[in-house]
């Protein structure tokens, strides 16, 4: 067979795909794909169309495309000849036919890709002029795929020299009217055109690429075209960054062509921002305009962009856009912008311009937008619109931009003021009010700017006239275009005026009013609490003289005195106080029993003489009068007790419910409300909306009359229950009941006393309650639940809740659990209730609405406690067969006089509503609920022997709250997360059982099961210890770093705020760890390092956590708890043991700790007397030794030197850390009566001239002493002053001469007493001043001469002085009581200040000039410029002797 006629009959029944794919597995050797290269091309020379070769190649890479899951071997082969043969076979035609044509082969290869481009675009183009509103702007997925085919194939032909792109570019422009968009994007980023070459050259780009730009982004692709949306918005992103990074990338020396170029890109950009500013300003409502505009503003984004521009390059950009936004068509004026700026708020701006200004704001800081801001208003003409919404747009998203725009306002007013500057005090006016149209949140009020900015003597106009009659002038203009809130706010807050230039401002307030008048706008009715700057409708005079009234009373309520603002008002704004405020004040009403915040005011009105007698008579004449009135309507109303016919009223609702119908109930509902309404009529001046009721807990504030009426009704409430029950379930009943308690909930004075009536019942007379009583109450609780949105909170009294809670949860807190009877009470309640909802509706939403949560959760709390066959699983009990039971079965159940209430219990616990219920979030008992509940329970009267008790705690823990999810409340599995919980409810509970006594004066309730809790946390603790000591191999302390990362977020969520409540609160929290820190094993807060050198001790955890938290506990102040203390050495010792080498990690913990953690020290020290024996005996045992490490028989060496030298005895000073010899003698000195002899000499003897160890050592003992006169200073009776005086007189004698004794009233210099800092906590550290100035004053004359010329001292005494003087400002030194102050003569901290101060003012004046260096005489001179001015001046005379400034001196 010739190969020719082979070629025939292929062409005739194969294509040239199908011919190469059957050929491409025979081809193992070079020499065959060479023979068929041949063979392919000589039957490629006898098809002459190569449009038709074109489409052919396509039809082939589209197989190879839709087969790519036939196969790894298949899909390479395919490659392969993809790019081995198609290139060449192309180009390798276009040759020959360009040759016998005689033309170029660019050209024919231009004019074939052309042809076959024009048949992929045909089908589109034809659709687009059948339907020119629905046309593609971009192409479909299949033509997309040809179009990719047949560019890779072009790509292959310039590859090979076969095709010219500009040609290409050249033609396709003269057959197209506008290129498509996509066509230019695919050219570029295939490399075959440049879409930079296109801007370069071609002059028409601007009109068609803006064009295609716009229809590309207004053109919204079918929905279900997801990849067609990406690839529109790929494509918008690519010719963007291209556009930018041509138009405004710098280059050092730019040619023509690219200054043109960056030119013609920057103004393409710009027709599209106009673009979308045209839409935002004349609000077009086409959606596609919109839409297109969105698209076009989400491509300014760094992410988009980024890529193939640099960040400086998108920057330039962004600022360039701003700018032209900023700037885009600036027709409005300055007084336009006055007057409508209120419109212009960020809520009513432009959804569009919003958008834009937060994209071109995202690569920029705050204070870079506001300075190209001030930069824009500066040098160019603007369109203030744009700009106000700009700046309201970054208020709200930026809150870092109020300070900034404040430091702006400045820079403005700055510059205004000295230069005369119009357009900055305008520019900063306008800046003010748009961002205080945003809100106080936002930014400060315009009221509060102007009174801030022009309302003191300090502020920018009072430096002169000049600058004054600049303002008020400026004013003046403004006055005919300004709104009237502004007006109000320079006439009620007008800027600061001398006295001699008052007519000036008389003049502009005169023009104002004139203006107010004009505009029918009043000052004299504006309210004294009215936000004058805010835009808005004003409020009516007499309805903003009741808000007045209500706020005055509530903040006199809140503070006890008449406000300013009142008082005030009654003298600079009469007219308003006398006829609108006093009038809504003293509104006729019945006046109350018991004086409430309303009369209490009046009565504080009257006694300061701003209410005129006449009008108070005749108001008190006007409320008896009322009172007169009701009485009379309510006795008119009929001549029956109200009890009666409340009573048959009640009865004959009773009927009706089982034999009645719904207007009969609905009717008679309504006649005992009025009757209700007559016993409990409210007061007139209640206010309106009120929904928060009081609950009094302890005496419930409630009448006989009241109860008696409350009792009526909730007896009738519970027989009409038994009465419509004895024939048909809940669900089939008629709607009476929720009808019922919502005709109560209109009453708030019935619901307050009927909420009084049940939690007295619920707590307290519970045993008198039958089962008829506690089937009702449970109803009548489950519809008080149902109705919560529409019926008040309540807040109880004692808060037991610091919010107010729903009536349902408030009277659900009455229900204890602490006792068996309680116990049984409640579950009996419960499941009555639990019951009722879920038999009142069949579907589980509708039961979330009736079945009150905290009544479920007790449930799941007390039905696994008393029923320990429930406390498995539904499918453990086997109780799939029940799920399915009906609702009826529960009913009877409940209703059956014959059941107990295990019985019902257990029927309730199987139901499937019941169990489908713990699946929502809202009624799943969380671990810190059943822990709660359980800390509670009293272990005396437990219905659980603690036995039965100890399982029953052990399966919670374990079983169920362990393994427990943390979405549902649960542990997940987590030992840590149980301890952590059991930790914090522990901790808990004490701090709650405190805050009770301090509130309630009580005796913490004893016998609780604390106890027990604290066996579980035992348990778990040891458990988590021992499964970490078996199974890490480094670190093996990970429960101590668990136990004080627990303490660390205590803490951490304790300190909010630096106050003396937040001070106790975290002193109980840190004595509360104490107590649950001695019941844990001390050896787990020892960390054990294992490495390859060994086991080793850690102690960097609990140095950090003493010197973090324990030292802010401490009383006395520096010296932990014995129990504390030594239950840290004997962790210390048990750890130890784990070690190769005991006694040396000891040594070595105990070095660290002396260095680290000096409380710990001292308080070793302190206690070692009762310690001593205790760590002897554990090491005895411990290591069968019979002294302990050396490091601790140091200490006890150290108190034998100290108590050699109180007897006069000379021994040899240990080889000890300075601070231990202090504390050791400290504790001799003070641990007995020393006599004053023996403590000279041994002064004498540690004199510290004979060596500097001596002086640290009386350095730091000169601290302790300090310590213990502070404490006498803040706690008079714990000490002897006149012993703590003594002591420290001594020590001064001896140290005065030495500059050391002062660094230790100098805490942020770094020196070897650096250390003392971290003995005490950092409050106590801060009174040092005091002590300071205390001290000196009790010097000898004598000793005060030598301390003057001791060098630091002078500084040293000037700063404690300053320091002390801000702590009484500030409130931070108490006074001591007078009995202590007499007794002991403690001097007043004022006393201390003023005789301190005539000994400072005394030393300066007679100090020699080189004691203080000028830098420090300055540094201490801007220190008391402010605190105290005359020692400011004294300082100033010694800096500068001979100044004239100070010759009034």
Not at 750 to 768: M, P
């Amino acid at each position: 067979m010739s190969l020719s006629a082979t070629c025939e009959s292929v062409s005739q029944k194969r294509t040239l795909s199908s011919l190469l794919a059957g050929r491409e597995l025979k081809r193992p050797k070079l020499t065959d794909a060479q023979r068929l290269q041949e063979a392919a091309i000589q039957l490629l020379e006898q098809q002459q169309n190569i449009c038709s070769l074109f489409r052919e190649v396509g039809r082939s890479e589209t197989c190879n495309l839709s087969s790519h899951q036939d196969g790894e071997k298949n899909q390479v082969a395919s490659e392969g000849l993809s790019s081995t043969i198609t290139g060449s076979l192309l180009a390798s035609e276009l040759r020959r036919q360009a040759v016998q044509l005689g033309v170029p082969v660019a050209v024919l290869s231009v004019k074939t890709v052309l042809e076959r481009l024009k048949e992929i675009t045909e089908e589109t183009s034809e659709r687009e002029e059948e339907e020119e509103e629905t046309r593609r702007e971009m192409l479909t997925s299949s033509q997309r795929v040809q179009l990719c085919v047949l560019l890779e194939s072009s790509r292959e032909l310039l590859s090979q020299g076969a095709i010219c792109p500009k040609l290409l570019w050249q033609e396709y422009m003269r057959d197209q009217r506008l290129p498509k968009l996509e066509m230019v994007y695919y050219l570029h980023s295939y490399n075959i055109l440049n879409l930079k070459y296109i801007l370069e050259s071609d002059e028409e780009v601007r009109s068609w690429l803006v064009s295609q730009l716009r229809l590309l982004c207004g053109w919204r692709p079918p929905q279900e075209e997801e990849e067609t949306k990406q690839l529109q918005q790929k494509v918008l992103s690519s010719v963007v960054g291209v556009l930018v990074g041509a138009g405004f990338e710098l280059r050092r020396d730019p040619a023509a062509a690219d200054r043109r170029l960056s030119l013609l890109c920057c103004s393409i950009l710009d027709d599209l921002l106009f673009w979308v500013l045209d839409i935002v300003d004349e609000s077009l409502t086409l959606e596609s305009a919109e839409a297109g505009a969105e698209l076009w503003i989400q491509i300014f984004d760094a992410s988009l962009c980024g890529v193939s521009v640099s960040a400086d390059c998108l920057q330039r950009f962004f600022k360039h856009s701003l700018t032209q936004t900023l700037t885009y068509k600036p027709r409005l004026k300055v007084s336009d912008a006055i007057t409508l700026q209120n419109e212009w708020t960020f809520a009513k701006a432009s959804r569009l311009l919003t958008s834009l200004f937060r994209q071109l704001a995202v690569v920029f800081s705050v204070e870079q937008l506001l300075r190209h801001l001030q930069q824009v208003l500066e040098t160019h003409e603007v369109n203030w619109k744009h700009v106000l919404c700009f700046l309201s747009t970054l208020l709200v998203y930026y809150h870092c931009a109020q300070p900034s725009l404040k430091e702006l306002l400045s820079r403005l007013l700055n510059s205004a003021f000295e230069g005369y500057d119009l357009e900055n005090l305008i520019t900063a006016f306008l800046l003010a009010r748009q961002g205080g149209l945003e809100g106080p949140s936002i930014f400060p009020s315009y009221s509060d700017w102007f009174k801030m900015s022009f309302g003191g003597g300090s502020s920018y106009h009072a430096s002169s006239k000049k600058s004054l009659v600049f303002l008020l002038k400026f004013l003046s203009d403004l006055v005919p275009f300004e709104p009237p809130q502004y007006l109000k706010v320079h006439i009620l807050h007008p800027p600061y005026v001398p006295v001699k230039h008052r007519s000036l401002l008389m003049e502009y307030v005169s023009l104002a009013k004139t203006r107010l008048a004009d505009l029918k706008e009043s000052v004299e009715d504006m309210g004294l609490y009215e936000d004058v700057s805010a835009a808005g409708t004003s409020v009516q005079p007499q309805c903003q003289a009741a808000q007045d009234v209500d706020k005055a009373v509530s903040l006199f309520e809140s503070t006890g005195r008449i406000s300013a603002t009142v008082m005030e008002a009654s003298i600079f704004r009469r007219p308003y106080f006398l006829t609108r405020f006093l009038p809504a004040l003293l509104t006729p009403r019945v006046l109350p029993v018991k004086v409430d915040a309303r009369m209490s005011f009046i009565e504080a009105l009257k006694k300061a003489d701003k209410i005129p007698a006449a009008q108070y008579s005749s108001y008190m004449e006007s409320c008896q009068k009322q009172r007169q009135q009701n009485m009379n309507a309510t006795c008119s109303d009929g001549n029956d007790d109200p009890l009666e016919v409340l009573k048959i009223q009640l009865e004959e609702f009773a009927e009706l419910v089982v034999d009645g119908n719904d207007g009969d109930m609905s009717a008679q509902l309504s006649r005992i409300s009025h009757t209700l309404s007559v016993i409990f009529p409210g007061r007139p001046d209640d206010p309106i909306g009120q929904k928060v009721i009081s609950l009094h807990t302890d005496a419930p504030p409630s009448s006989e009359l009241h109860v008696k009426v409350v009792n009526m009704i909730l007896r009738n409430f519970c027989q009409c229950l038994l009465n419509s029950s004895k024939s048909n379930p809940p669900n089939r009943q008629s709607p009476w009941a929720s009808r019922f308690v919502s005709a109560l909930l209109g009453n708030t004075q019935l619901l307050s006393s009927l909420i009084h009536r049940l939690w007295d019942l619920l707590h307290n007379q519970w045993l008198s309650l039958n089962a008829a009583h506690i089937l009702g109450l449970a109803a009548f609780l489950v519809h008080l639940y149902s109705l919560v949105s529409r019926g008040p909170l309540v807040q109880l009294v004692p808060p037991i809740r610091l919010e107010p809670v729903p009536a349902e949860e408030a009277l659900s807190l009455a229900l204890s659990c602490s006792t068996h009877a309680n116990m049984l009470f409640c579950a009996r309640l419960c499941v009555a209730a639990v019951c009722y909802g879920i038999c009142r509706e069949d579907s589980l939403p509708q039961q979330q609405d009736c079945i009150p949560h905290s009544l479920y959760k007790k449930l799941l709390y007390l039905i696994p406690r008393l029923l320990p066959e429930a406390r498995g699983t539904v499918a453990d009990a086997g109780l799939s067969e029940q799920l399915e039971e009906k609702q009826t079965g529960l009913w009877s159940s409940i209703t059956d006089s014959n059941n107990t209430w295990r019985k019902t219990a257990w029927h309730l616990w199987r139901n499937a509503a019941f169990q489908q219920l713990g699946q929502i979030p809202q009624y799943q008992l969380l671990f810190s609920e059943w822990l709660a509940n359980e800390l509670r329970v009293l272990r005396s009267e437990d219905a659980l022997p603690d036995a039965e008790r100890q399982e029953y705690q052990q399966w919670a823990c374990m079983e169920l709250y362990l393994i427990r999810p943390e979405k549902q409340g649960g542990c997940g599995g987590d030992m840590k997360n149980l301890c952590s919980h059991l930790l914090n409810a522990i901790m808990d509970q004490q701090l709650s059982w405190q805050s009770l006594e301090a509130q309630q004066h009580r005796v913490p309730g004893r016998g609780t099961c604390l106890p027990d809790i604290l066996s579980r946390l035992q348990e778990l603790v040891y458990e988590m210890d021992m499964m970490e000591r078996s199974g890490s191999r480094g670190s093996r302390a990970g429960v101590g770093d668990f136990l004080f990362e627990v303490l660390f977020q205590r803490c951490s969520s304790t300190v909010t705020s630096q106050s003396i409540s937040t001070d106790v609160s975290l002193q109980r929290l840190l004595h509360t760890w104490n107590r649950v820190l001695l019941a844990l094993p001390a050896v787990l807060l020892i960390k054990v390092n294992t490495d390859g050198e060994g086991t080793t001790l850690s102690c960097n955890r609990l140095i950090e956590h003493i010197n973090q938290h324990q030292r802010k506990a401490c009383s006395p102040a520096g010296v932990l708890s014995c129990k504390i203390t030594a239950h840290f050495l004997r962790g210390l010792l048990g750890a130890s043991v784990r070690c190769g080498q005991p006694r040396y990690e000891v040594n070595k913990a105990w070095s660290q700790i002396s260095v680290q953690c000096p409380v710990l020290l001292i308080s070793t020290v302190h206690w070692w007397q009762r310690l001593r024996p205790v760590l002897l005996s554990l090491w005895r045992r411990l290591c069968d030794e019979q002294t302990l490490p050396e490091q601790l028989q140091l200490v006890t060496e150290c108190q034998h030197w100290a108590c050699s030298l109180e007897k006069g005895q000379l021994l040899q000073m240990p080889p000890a850390a300075a601070l231990l010899l202090a504390a050791s003698l400290h504790r001799v000195w003070r641990g007995c009566e020393a006599n004053k002899l023996s403590f000279k000499a041994a002064l004498n003897f540690l004199r510290p001239d004979r060596d500097s160890k001596y002086r640290q050592v009386l350095v730091f003992l000169l601290f302790l002493c300090v310590n213990d006169h502070l404490t006498t200073l803040l706690y008079p009776q714990e000490r002897s002053y006149e012993e703590g005086r003594a002591l420290c007189t001594e020590l001064l004698a001896v140290l005065m001469d030495s500059p050391d004794w002062l660094l230790i009233f100098k805490s942020s210099e770094q020196s070897i007493y650096q250390s003392v800092t971290m003995v005490t906590s950092d409050d106590f550290t801060k009174l040092m001043p005091w002590a300071f100035c205390s001290l000196l004053l009790l010097q000898s004359a004598e000793l005060l001469q030598r301390a003057v010329r001791c060098p630091g001292f002078l500084h040293t005494a000037i700063v404690c002085y300053l320091s002390m003087l801000q702590l009484f400002l500030e409130g931070d030194t108490q006074s001591p009581d007078t009995e202590s102050s007499k007794k002991q003569l403690v001097a007043e901290p004022s006393h201390i200040l003023g005789r301190t101060k005539q000994f400072l003012l005394r030393a300066i004046s007679q100090t020699p000039l080189t004691l203080l260096s000028s830098g420090q005489l300055r540094q201490l001179e801007s220190l008391s410029a402010e605190l105290d001015p005359e020692l400011a001046a004294a300082l100033s005379v010694q800096l500068e002797p001979s100044s004239p400034e100070m010759d009034f001196l």
